[in-house]
C-alpha cells in the first residue's frame, strides 16, 4: 500500500485538500499543502511551542502531531484569528505592548493565549505563565507577552 | 503502510491483532520517531477517538481510568483530585498544557519509562493495568508490567484499556513529589509518591514509590513496621533513608548517582508528609510541588 494518504484537513474553518505521507506532521502539512506559514516549526522536538495549533479548541504541538490523525478536526491556526483586517485583541495587544521582536515564537504565543482565554476569561498571573509554559520566546523576553495577555483579559 | 482511525475498542483490537500499532496522542511515539530513536511504525491505529477508553468509572469497590484519559483531565477531575490525589498531582507536571492535552495516562503508562510521572503515584494507590484483545481482557500489577526502561511484559496484541484501582478507605490521602529544575517542559530529575491511610494520629497503612531511581518505578519495601505509629519526625526519616537505600540511580546530564540518592530521600519524606496532610483532611492544591516551592520561582 502507498504511504500517501489523501485527506482532508479543515483550517480555520475551511477544508482544505492535502496528499500527505503517513510520517507527515501537521505543521508540515500546513506549511506546504495548504499554504497557511503562519504556524511556525521550531524545535521539532515538542519542546518550543512555536507550532501551536489549537485542535478542537486545545493547544497542541503540530510538529509532533501526525497530520492524518488530524482529520476530522477543527485545526485552528493563527490565520484564523483575525477579523479580515480586524486583529484579534491578542495580537493587537502584543503590538501595543511591545510583546514582539523577532517575532517567531509569536504565532505559538497567541495560540496558547487564545486557548487560555477561551478556558479563563480571567486567569491569573500564574494561570497565564503555566498557560503559556510550553511556549518559548529567545529575544522579547517574557514580561511583555504576560501583559498582553492581561491587557486582553481585562479589554475581552 | 496504513492508518486508521478506529471509533470503537473491537475495531482497534482488529487492527491490532492485524498487526498495527496503536498511538493516542503521539507524544511518545512521534516525538521519538522524529528524534530518530525509531522508526514509525508503518502500520498504525488511532486510539484517541473511542469514547469508551476515555472515561473515569465509579464502581462500589474500584474506579476504572480509561486508558484514553488526558493529563489535562487528570489533573482537574473532580474523581481523581479528591480520592486519587497523587495521579493529579503527577499529570499537572506533565510537559506543558499542549503536551497534557494529547498525552494519555494509558500511553504514559506503556511507555515503560522509570522517570514517568504518574507511575508512581499508580503504584502506591495499587493499580492494575487492564490488558485487552479481542478475545478477552487480564489484569497485571504494575511490578510485573514494567520489565525494564521502556520496556514492558504486555504482548503485541493486547492494548491496555484502563488502569483500574481499588477505591480509598477514609482517612486517607496521597501525594506526589517531583524534584525539578525548572517548572515546566520538565522530566523528574527523581520523584517519589505516597499513599497514607491514616487511623486516628497514626499510620494504618503507608505504600511509597520512587521516579527515575531504578531501572523501573519501584516501590520501597519495608515500611510495614510504620503502622501503628504517628508519622513524626522518626518515621519520615525512616522512609527516606529506606527510599535512598533502596534506591539505585544512574548518572546522567541531569544528576549524578550520589545526588539523586540524596534527594530521593527528601522527596519520599515530603510525599509521604503531604499525604499523610491530605489524609487528615488538609486542602492542599494540585500539584503539591507548588506549595513546597520546588522548580524555580516565578
Redesign the interface.
Known amino acids: 500500500?502507498?504511504?500517501k494518504?489523501a485527506i482532508q484537513l479543515t483550517v480555520n474553518g475551511v477544508p482544505y485538500d492535502v496528499t500527505v505521507d503517513?510520517?507527515q506532521?501537521l505543521s508540515g502539512a500546513l506549511r506546504n499543502g495548504t499554504g497557511l506559514t503562519g504556524t511556525k516549526e521550531g524545535c521539532?522536538?515538542?519542546?518550543c511551542?512555536a507550532c501551536?495549533v489549537l485542535?478542537d479548541g486545545?493547544?497542541?504541538?503540530s510538529?509532533?502531531?501526525?497530520a492524518?490523525?488530524a482529520?476530522?478536526r477543527d485545526i485552528t491556526t493563527v490565520e484564523g484569528l483575525a477579523d479580515g483586517d480586524d486583529l484579534h485583541p491578542l495580537q493587537r495587544n502584543i503590538l501595543e505592548h511591545g510583546g514582539v521582536q523577532c517575532g517567531f515564537c509569536t504565532p505559538g504565543m497567541l495560540m496558547?493565549a487564545r486557548?487560555?482565554l477561551d478556558r479563563n476569561a480571567s486567569p491569573s498571573n500564574?494561570e497565564i505563565?503555566?498557560?503559556l509554559?510550553?511556549?518559548l520566546c529567545r529575544c522579547t523576553g517574557y514580561a511583555r507577552i504576560l501583559e498582553a495577555v492581561e491587557a486582553t483579559a481585562v479589554e475581552l | 503502510?496504513?492508518?486508521t482511525?478506529a471509533t470503537s475498542l473491537d475495531e482497534a483490537l482488529a487492527s491490532i491483532a492485524a498487526g498495527a500499532r496503536p498511538?493516542a496522542?503521539?507524544?511518545d511515539l512521534?516525538?521519538g520517531?522524529?528524534?530518530g530513536k525509531f522508526a514509525?511504525p508503518?502500520e498504525?491505529v488511532?486510539i484517541?477517538r473511542i469514547e469508551s477508553l476515555a472515561t473515569i468509572d465509579v464502581g462500589a469497590d474500584e474506579t476504572s481510568i480509561g486508558s484514553g484519559v488526558t493529563h489535562?483531565r487528570l489533573m482537574e477531575d473532580g474523581v481523581i483530585v479528591d480520592n486519587f490525589t497523587a495521579i493529579a498531582d503527577a499529570a499537572a507536571l506533565v510537559?506543558?498544557?499542549?503536551?497534557r492535552?494529547?498525552g494519555t495516562i494509558g500511553g504514559n503508562v506503556m511507555n515503560s519509562s522509570p522517570a514517568m510521572d504518574t507511575g508512581a503515584p499508580l503504584v502506591v494507590l495499587g493499580a492494575e493495568a487492564e490488558l485487552t484483545t479481542s478475545s478477552g481482557s487480564r489484569r497485571v500489577g504494575l511490578d510485573e508490567l514494567w520489565t525494564g526502561p521502556g520496556q514492558h511484559s504486555a504482548a503485541g496484541n493486547e492494548l491496555c484499556t484502563a488502569l483500574v484501582l481499588p477505591n480509598r478507605p477514609a482517612h486517607s490521602g496521597s501525594a506526589y513529589v517531583r524534584l525539578e529544575y525548572r517548572?515546566?517542559?520538565e522530566i523528574a530529575v527523581v520523584g517519589a509518591a505516597a499513599a497514607v491511610t491514616l487511623d486516628g494520629d497514626n499510620i494504618a497503612s503507608i505504600r511509597v514509590a520512587l521516579t527515575a531511581v531504578a531501572p523501573t518505578i519501584i516501590e520501597v519495601a519495608g515500611l510495614d513496621s510504620l503502622v501503628g505509629r504517628p508519622l513524626d519526625d522518626a518515621s519520615l526519616a525512616e522512609i527516606a533513608e529506606a527510599a535512598s537505600g533502596q534506591a539505585t540511580p544512574i548518572s546522567d546530564l541531569r544528576a549524578s548517582d550520589t545526588y539523586r540518592r540524596h534527594t530521593i530521600g527528601v522527596m519520599a519524606r515530603r510525599a509521604a508528609e503531604a499525604a499523610a496532610n491530605r489524609a487528615s483532611g488538609e486542602t492542599i492544591a494540585v500539584p503539591v510541588n507548588r506549595a513546597l516551592g520546588i522548580g524555580a520561582a516565578?
Not at chain 1, 44 to 47: A, I, L, P, Q, S
Not at chain 2, 95 to 99: A, D, I, N, V, Y
Request: charged share 15%; hydrophobic share 35%; aromatic share 4%.
Open positions: 500500500m502507498s504511504d494518504h503517513q510520517s506532521n521539532d522536538d515538542c519542546e511551542g501551536m485542535l486545545s493547544p497542541v504541538n510538529c509532533s502531531y501526525l492524518v490523525q482529520q476530522g496558547s486557548a487560555l500564574e505563565r503555566i498557560g509554559s510550553g511556549n | 503502510m496504513s492508518f482511525i498511538i496522542g503521539g507524544s512521534v516525538v520517531a522524529r528524534q514509525l508503518a498504525l488511532a484517541d489535562s510537559g506543558s498544557p499542549s503536551t492535552n494529547v517548572r515546566a517542559m516565578s
